[in-house]
C-alpha cells in the first residue's frame, strides 16, 4: 500500500546516501519470530528478504535483542563458530552491517539495517545517527499505525453491535427507549405512537420532557429514580416488569456500575408495584 512504498521509498533514499548495499527493516513478532518486511538494494545485489520470513528471535543476534542503540559488525568472519547468527548472515551474503533497534518502552517491535556485501566496510558516525533517527521516525509510524487499526476494528465491531441490536429490536413488539445517565433518550424504537408526544425521529439526546406527555414524563422519571435509588442501593438486576396501561415501552438508566432495565410489556404483566404509573 501507499505507507510500504513510502517506507521502501525512504530505505532506497538512506542506503543510497550510506553506500550500503541492503537496507531493511525487522519485524519482531509476538509469536517469538521476526520478518523482512520491507527491503532496497544496490543494483546487483540480490534480495535478502525471502530468507528473512518466520525466523526464530532466537537465530539474532544476542546482543541486538537486549540492544538499545545502534550495534555494529564489522566483520561477520570474524564471529565466533558458534555464534546462532553467523550461518544466518553468511548466507545472505553479508560481510558487515550495522543495525538500529526500534523500541516502545521495553519491547522491541523490529530494527533498521545496513548490509555491506561486496566488502567489509565501517560506517561514518553521521550514517549511524541516521539509521538510528530512522528508526525513531518509523518506530513512531508504525505504532500510530497499529493504534489506528484497532481503533478502526473498535469502530467495526461497534457499528456491527449496533446493527445486530436494531435487528434485535425490530423484531421486538414493545417500544423501547435507551435513556444515558442524564435521562436523556439515546434511541428510540418501536410501537411509540401512544407514548410519544413528539414523533420518533430526531430524539436523540433529547429528555424525556420533550418525548412524553409530562404526567408520563414524571410518572418514568420517578420510576427510574426508585430504580436507582431504591432500599439497598442502586440495582443491579438486569431487568425489572412493571404495568404501563396502554402503552408498550422498556427504558434503560445507565451508571459506571451496570445498566438497570425497566420494562412494561402490553399484557400488563407486572413484577413491581408502582403507583405513580395509576391511571396514565
Not at 17 to 22: C, H, S
Not at 59 to 78: C, G, H, K, Q
Not at 119 to 146: M, N, Q, Y
Not at 267 to 273: E, K, W
Request: aromatic letters at 4%; one cysteine or more.
Amino acid at each position: 500500500d501507499a505507507l510500504d512504498a513510502r517506507i521502501e521509498a525512504a530505505l532506497a533514499r538512506i542506503g543510497g546516501f550510506a553506500g550500503a548495499d541492503r537496507a531493511y527493516v525487522i519485524r519482531i513478532r509476538d509469536n517469538g519470530t521476526f520478518d523482512n518486511t520491507h527491503e532496497w538494494v544496490a543494483e546487483g545485489i540480490a534480495s535478502g528478504k525471502a530468507a528473512l520470513q518466520g525466523v526464530p528471535v532466537a537465530r539474532m543476534n544476542p546482543e541486538l535483542r537486549a540492544a538499545r542503540r545502534p550495534l555494529y559488525i564489522p566483520s561477520v568472519s570474524d564471529l565466533p563458530d558458534d555464534a546462532p547468527h553467523r550461518p544466518h548472515l553468511e548466507a545472505q551474503g553479508i560481510r558487515s552491517l550495522l543495525i538500529a533497534p526500534m523500541i516502545d518502552g521495553e519491547r522491541r517491535i523490529g530494527l533498521v539495517g545496513f548490509d555491506a556485501v561486496r566488502s567489509r566496510r565501517g560506517f561514518a558516525e553521521a550514517e549511524v545517527e541516521l539509521l538510528a533517527a530512522f528508526a525513531g521516525l518509523l518506530t513512531s509510524v508504525i505504532l500510530r499505525t497499529e493504534a489506528e487499526t484497532r481503533a478502526a476494528a473498535v469502530r467495526r465491531d461497534l457499528a456491527a453491535a449496533e446493527s445486530r441490536l436494531r435487528t434485535t429490536l425490530s423484531t421486538v413488539p414493545d417500544a423501547v427507549l435507551d435513556l444515558d445517565a442524564g435521562g436523556r433518550i439515546v434511541l428510540a424504537h418501536g410501537r411509540l405512537d401512544d407514548i410519544l408526544a413528539a414523533p420518533p425521529a430526531g430524539l436523540a439526546g433529547q429528555p424525556l420532557d420533550a418525548a412524553m406527555a409530562p404526567d408520563l414524563a414524571a410518572a418514568c422519571r420517578r420510576c427510574l429514580d426508585r430504580l436507582r435509588d431504591g432500599p439497598g442501593g442502586p440495582r443491579r438486576r438486569e431487568s425489572e416488569t412493571l404495568a404501563l396501561p396502554g402503552a408498550a415501552e422498556a427504558a434503560r438508566w445507565e451508571n459506571p456500575g451496570a445498566p438497570d432495565w425497566f420494562a412494561w410489556p402490553e399484557d400488563g404483566a407486572s413484577g413491581l408495584d408502582f403507583p405513580e404509573l395509576a391511571g396514565l
